[in-house]
């Protein structure tokens, strides 16, 4: 794991010691979110093969690469915006050190949309987060393989779908396959170096072919362009993962219509 996955992990598990330091503050969560007290769910993998583009549109501020790329977004502008052009399914960073998320911007984007799966883009590294997940209106979690040890992510994947959610299962290199001990619903690869942070596309084509055939997969980060959309969906790819390429635009839900009309 690299410095910087080092240091939001351990300021996670921070947050999340503050956040439940008790048994009774667990249980109160994990019992709501078993009682199904927050919106059905939908399947994102579902969406994701039969919208024309297979596009998850990310509402994102910042990131730790690229600081500031739109800090006054505001949620109830830019979800509407993706519903309304064409996005499969919304990623949503509820990290607030790193990305400039919380989890009111998903519970948000939950009441502005009922027909649009919606990701939880965090750092996963215990269960009460998929129960919070669940209740702030996610229909799936992010497991990121660079911070999870294999037990860690069957048993994670294994609490999400208990609550009627999937897992968006993330690797950045094919070492990382070998920690996957369950057939994911979707499995990602990030086109980030984890080392240099520099994003390229060609990570997801040269994994292409050592990549489980019978899997959804999904190629995330370094996408700007509707031709790296076509190149890598020839590869194999059924979903993709776009942040910056909308949220850095003038007007995000205009781009993302660009991006599913001249991909489908």
Request: hydrophobic share 40%; charged share 20%.
């Amino acid at each position: 794991m690299t410095d910087i996955l080092q240091r939001i992990a351990q300021n996670k598990r921070a947050e999340i010691n503050a956040l439940f330091h008790d048994e009774e503050a667990r249980q109160t969560i994990t019992q709501q979110a078993t009682a199904n007290k927050a919106p059905a769910t939908i399947s994102m993998s579902g969406n994701l093969r039969k919208t024309p583009g297979g596009i998850i549109a990310e509402f994102k501020r910042r990131s730790p690469s690229k600081a500031d790329i739109f800090p006054m977004a505001d949620v109830t502008e830019i979800i509407p915006q993706y519903a309304a052009n064409g996005a499969a399914a919304c990623s949503v960073l509820t990290d607030t050190r790193f990305f400039g998320g919380c989890n009111a911007d998903l519970a948000i984007a939950r009441t502005l949309s009922q027909s649009i799966p919606l990701l939880r883009k965090d750092f996963i590294i215990d269960p009460i987060q998929i129960h919070e997940a669940r209740l702030l209106g996610a229909n799936a979690i992010l497991l990121i393989a660079a911070i999870l040890t294999p037990d860690e992510m069957a048993s994670c994947n294994s609490v999400a779908h208990s609550l009627g959610m999937e897992a968006l299962v993330e690797i950045h290199d094919s070492s990382e396959l070998d920690k996957i001990t369950f057939i994911p619903d979707m499995l990602g690869v990030n086109n980030r170096n984890l080392s240099t942070f520099h994003t390229d596309i060609n990570n997801s084509l040269h994994l292409a072919s050592t990549l489980p055939a019978d899997t959804l997969l999904v190629a995330e980060s370094g996408i700007r362009t509707p031709d790296d959309i076509r190149r890598l969906r020839d590869a194999g790819f059924t979903g993709f993962l776009i942040g910056e390429a909308f949220m850095s635009s003038p007007d995000p839900g205009a781009t993302l219509k660009n991006f599913v009309n001249e991909t489908v």
